[in-house]
């Protein structure tokens, strides 16, 4: 979301964001990273910290807001996106983030993420990935693997897990990326985009659990593998990867993706690429690339999905208030209470 | 038509009566609802006193001639105050068999009932559950009946405007209300006014409408069917400006006024579920109030954006019935910890379960009270006449705004869709319930530094402030977890938590020195006997004890519009009363709160039928107490049942 100010917001350091309360989670814990990635880019965005609000639920991603010296509040499992529509509608002027997690967001929470995405609702919402329940000590959730076993799934989960991403766009959002907690300057890059977009931005984060889930992500976020097996998607770019992108994705005639060989002997040219096109009205090559990986073990996409302008939720709002006040005239209480069938008893002489 | 000596009548004499009660009932589709609506208007802007009860079933249109899709509109109207609707009508207009079968019963022994003769057809009589035609088979020799053949006078009466058969037979509810507004001799003015109007876009059908109700009026006037005309003379109201209200709309119109007087943007999310929807139906409305309603995609949704909007400095208000306040506990829990102002309206109906939806009961309250895990207390304010539900709105909105509070707003399905004349208020009248936010910080730390503590309260109110996004150097978080006392930092400390859970309960306490106490009717000031009631049995409580003081017996009365905290006052004047009695449409939620909190005697007086109590059953109960009670407070005699005139008010 962009807010437009009049006056420039006061210089800030990473200090001035950083609240006064100790951190609380576990030692190692990906948060840490996500959470110095926000601390260092809020000052570089030039707003405010009174007009900042984190908004979360509950887990380990929901502590997040007691960390940032903004406005915020800790509410209830799987409703931080209700109350942030509520927020977000009656002040426009506030940059409004939801920070949540697979549990909270996709659980409990599935049904207010789906319509705050679908109503376009001017919200930053970042979902922390771990793939497992932190916070109640390690159950398994809606994006963990078939088969893990978990402490409530000890013959192994029998659930499909969802794909964040394919979600949040047959949700109808208009906004869509994916980051990770191993590298600063993408969330960073990625959390600036989804600042600025106006409307509901939904950024899913790979988190590492290092106590319950340690590791889930580190076959393709690793710094030894994340150059072959991350995906990087740049607007307009032809879609490559590997090292000295090697390799990229093509469709085929029948509309498939698929990861080929690129240059080279063997490899297609360059001009067969697939070019990435954030802002391609239909969300269908942004499903079709969400689709690429099962799983983080094989070559995922990361980065901007989807980036499309469409009129958020709140400013349609407030344009039928505008609407109704200049043709009705603003509200006046007395012709309120005297626009039934009225009738006057007078005074007896 | 004409007397068996061949020739007309003269013109029927006019008789004077004090009050009447009349029951339209139909098919769904017949229109029963908008006869019953416009009748009333009639009669308001004639200016009897009136009280009307819908009652519609919750299909939204059953198969036609079923007994299930009977749907009925009792409009009770009278030259005198009146509270209640009517126990009983004395009139039933039936437009077919199904609407005759489930509403005869009602009606007492020489009660009048007129019959649309045309649909009385074998199929229609045996779809209703007769065996035999009711008409001709005798049954009904304890009523005086009317047969008008409305259908056929209808079609001719519509011949000129060239619509089909099938569409003009609809304007049969006008024919209908045309018969009866001439037997009350009521104005025919607003009634053509008001169809010109709804149907302008559609000027065939509000023809056929028009000429409809001209053709009944007129039928009436010279069919020679009816003995005599009869004529209710207007009541004597206090001067002043008047418009006939149902509690919905003045719940509406009570919050869009309170948000105005205290100074906060109105928000409302919420869900519909009946009989609340028409309240999110009016607030959406009245955008150039700058109210913004939000259809949520639950009920969770509607309560959670209402309290997202308070955070950020608005009213958030969130409307609902059973089922919805049942799915907001956890939300309403989040709200007593984060002490926000929030409004949740419980529309009541019956349950459990889904229950009853378009009937009516009281059940909630318990729920109100304790319907939440923990120690979680929220103000209670109950509507007790559909007009009143302005004034409960906004006294509801004060509490929550001054105390940052979730408040709930009790009313149910009889006072949403009923209806009466209220005398309106002048704006300038209305109090000021506004409320500071908090601009500077309210703590000098140690080192010298200001600081913006969230959680230090206002010492007389125990209110913590009210600091909204947008204002800086009061940046803060708050959240559910418990918090400790004064800096809202999250505290698992076990004497914070004593400390903050009965900081929480005091607050809600505190309220009872800043409401009214109680104010006992007791005329002859030595009653034994009280009447405590709450919500809708207002009017037949209050019609009751008038009855039985009426006849000589002596009794007090109290009216609850505040449930928790009670006024202060409250115990002391129940210590007084030898006898109790506690009339509730539930199993006995208050009498339970009142013999808990003062340990007295009180006892219940039930009614779980989805319909209001009628006066003469509280009336009963109060006279066999009385007696009971010996002394002499019971009246000397009973008085003569007059089953001619089902009931009376005063």
Redesign the interface.
Known sequence: MTIETDVAAPATTRKDWT?D?DVRWCPGCGDYSILAAVQLLMPELGV????????SGIGCAARF??Y?????????HG?AP??????????P??DVFVVTGDGDALSIGG??L??ALRRNVNLTILLFNNQIYGLTKGQYSPTSEMGKVTKSTPFGSLDTPFNPISLALGAEAGFVARTHDMDRKHMMGVFRRAHAHRGAAFVEVYQNCNVFNDGAFEKITSRASRDEMLIQLEHGKPIRFGVDGHRGVVMDDQGRLKLVEVGGENGVPEEALVVHDEARPDPGLAFALSRLSLGPYEPTPVGIFRAVDRPDYGSL?DA??L???A?????D??N???S?????????P | MTSSTGTPRQVRKVVEIDQVVIRFAGDSGDGMQVTGDRFT?ES??F?NDLSTLPNFPAEIRAPAGTLAGVSAFQVHISDHEILTPGDAPNVLVAMNPAALKVNADDLPAGGTIVVNADAFDERAIEKAGYSANPLTDGSLHRYKVYEVPMTSLTLEACKPTGAKPRDAERSKNFFALGVISWLYQRPTE?TIRWIAERFGRNPVVAEANTLAYKAGYHFGETAELFESAYEIHAAT?????????TGN?ALA?GL??AA?LGNV?L?L?SYPITPASDILHELSK???????T?Q???E??GI???????????L?VTTTSGPGIDLKS??VG?AVS?ELPLLIVDIQRGGPSTGLPTKTEQSDLLHAMFGRHGEAPVPIVAAMTPAHCFDAAIEAVRIALKYRTPVFLLSDGYLANGSEPWR????EDLPDISTQLATEPNVTLPNGEAAFWPYVRDPETLARPWAI?????????????EKQDRTG??SYEPENHDRMVRLRAAKIAGIAKDIPPVEVDDPTGDARLLLLGWGSTYAAITAGVRRVRRAGGTVAQVHLVHLNPFPANLGQVLRRYGRILVPEANLGQLVKLVRADFLVDARSITNVRGTPFRVGEIEADILDELRALGGRQAPAASPPANEMVASRDR
């Open positions: 609240s309360q405010r910290r009174e007009n900042t609000v984190f908004i807001p007691y940032m010296n903004t406005y915020g509040m800790h509410s209830i409703r209700a109350l942030a529509t509520g927020l977000a509608v009656t002040r002027d506030l049904n207010h789906m319509h709002v039928q208030l609407d109704a006040k043709r009705k005239g603003p509200g209480l007395t309120l209470l005297r039934g069938m009225t009738w006057t008893v007078e005074k007896t | 208007n308001a802007i200016g607003t109201h206090e001067p002043g400006t008047y418009t006939n209200i709309s119109w869009i006024a105005r943007p928000f999310g009245h955008k150039n109030f700058g109210v913004r939000l949520a995609e639950d969770i949704a959670g954006a209402a309290l997202g909007a308070a955070f950020g400095g608005a958030g956890e939300t989040l984060m309106l208020p002048s704006v996004p947008g204002t800086p150097g009061l940046e803060h978080r708050i959240g559910g977890l930092n999250v």
